[in-house]
């Protein structure tokens, strides 16, 4: 069994700073990748930026420039730092990883971390 574990969701002001952080726990055998979607009221979930072991990362374009994604593979943690934060950046955070354990290769999601901007 795996488990990720998200934090660091806020409320913050417009061009404010929050850093989001996911732990992945359990029977892991090997992390493949990890990454952030987001989801806002009445739209659908779509990707914010992903990170492989090869720390190969890609961003969504209205992210690029303000959010940088890291992962330690030691602690088999993601976080996200997210710089100029926009309203429009308004919504419940996911982590997402791509992960072998014990049993099986599949993907794992968090229970989600509400980021809020004000205007």
């Known amino acids: 069994q795996v488990q990720l574990v998200e934090s660091g969701g806020d409320l913050v002001q417009a061009g404010g700073s929050l850093r989001l952080s996911c732990a992945a726990s359990?029977?892991?055998?090997?992390?493949?990748?990890m990454g952030w979607y987001r989801q806002a009221p009445g739209k659908q979930r779509e990707l914010v930026a992903i990170i492989n072991n090869d720390d190969q990362t890609n961003y969504a374009e209205p992210v690029k420039g303000r959010f940088a994604i890291s992962m330690d593979n030691a602690k088999n943690t993601v976080y996200l730092q997210m710089n100029s934060l926009k309203p429009e950046d308004t919504a419940v955070y996911y982590c997402?990883?791509?992960?072998?354990?014990?049993?099986?290769?599949?993907?794992?999601w968090g229970q989600g971390t509400q980021v809020s901007v004000s205007s």
């Open positions: 359990g029977s892991i055998r090997s992390v493949h990748a």
């Open positions: 997402n990883a791509d992960i072998t354990s014990v049993v099986i290769r599949k993907m794992y």
